[in-house]
């Protein structure tokens, strides 16, 4: 899927924050969140990205595009399961 295509429910901005905020602002928010929702990400830090494979797997919840478009961070979108 296109990113560009994808509409979010949320968008939730982290840019700036370190591990572990992030992550644990990402989880609070898909928390509050319907099955189904998208959350968009916006966040800087690179270790965010690599934290992300092993915390969908645990939520459950569904990786479904991000993007780089030069801005300098990373837009991620997430589906809540």
């Not at 189904?36 to 990205?49: A, M, S, Y």
């Amino acid at each position: 899927m296109d990113v560009k295509e994808i509409n979010a429910n949320l968008t939730l901005d982290v840019k700036g924050l370190s591990c572990p905020m992030p992550l644990l602002k990402t989880k609070k928010a898909l928390k509050g969140m319907k099955g189904g929702e998208i959350v968009e990400i916006l966040v800087t830090d690179p270790g965010f990205r690599k934290d992300l494979p092993d915390f969908i797997k645990k939520s459950g919840d569904e990786w479904i595009g991000d993007s780089d478009n030069g801005e300098g961070f990373f837009r991620i979108y997430l589906k809540k399961a």
